[in-house]
């Protein structure tokens, strides 16, 4: 069984501040996918990574991939209210085809 | 293009009673999920269909639980008799294949069973 680990497991900064936010499995995944799920509503994916150690960005959203492919990291810059929400990891095994695993999730909230 | 349908959006029963829950996926997406959200957690596999094939309903608890998609198409997930535990969000997803890393989620069916 494949488990992701999402810390912390709730966030609540002011607006303008940066965070990260965390991944880890003892597992590697042969691609892992980042969504954001706001309250009502199903997950929206923001990114995928396939490759050991890349770098996506998304304007103020960073995603990393560890070397080994069995963590990740999302940093925002300069956190607005609207990117309040539920930031999801997900991977893909290999071992596993066709199951994403999910982890529990970030509860992020941004204050204005 | 329209995006994953799920109704009802809520739904409030008693214990014991069935529910029935409907997705319509994204016109052309051949893989089907069915997932189970507990608040604060995040989505639980329940079942996933290839076209009109279950091929991965091992964490779907069949003495309750029943999911049918005939025709590759839309599909259904009943749970009869529900229990105070069923309480949750389920999600439907699909994607083009299962080979594909995305998933596009419905907005879920909330359901409150007292």
Not at chain 1, 70 to 92: E, F, M, N, R, V
Not at chain 2, 40 to 61: C, K, T
């Amino acid at each position: 069984t494949q488990l992701l680990e999402q810390s912390p497991q709730f966030l609540s900064i002011q607006e303008g501040e940066n965070l990260t936010v965390y991944c880890n499995s003892s597992s590697v995944f042969s691609s892992l996918q980042w969504y954001r799920q706001e309250p009502g509503e199903g997950p929206v994916l923001l990114v995928t990574v396939v490759t050991g150690g890349e770098v996506k960005k998304l304007k103020r959203l960073t995603f990393q991939f560890g070397d080994a492919r069995k963590d990740s990291s999302l940093h925002i810059t300069a956190a607005q209210p609207g990117d309040t929400g539920l930031y999801l990891c997900a991977g893909l095994a290999n071992t596993n085809a066709g199951k994403s695993t999910f982890g529990d999730g970030t509860t992020l909230t941004v204050k204005p | 293009e329209a995006g994953v349908v799920q109704s009802p959006r809520y739904k409030i029963i008693e214990k014991k009673q069935p529910v029935a829950f409907w997705c319509n996926p994204i016109s052309g997406h051949n893989t089907l999920y069915w997932y189970l959200q507990n608040l604060g957690q995040g989505p639980e596999l329940l079942i996933r269909y290839e076209n009109e094939e279950a091929v991965d309903d091992s964490q779907l608890p069949k003495d309750r639980f029943s999911a049918e998609r005939l025709k590759g198409v839309d599909s259904t997930l009943k749970i009869q008799p529900a229990e105070l535990g069923d309480s949750a969000v389920y999600l439907c997803a699909s994607s083009p294949q299962w080979t594909s890393d995305e998933q596009f989620f419905g907005p879920g069916t909330r359901l409150t069973v007292l």
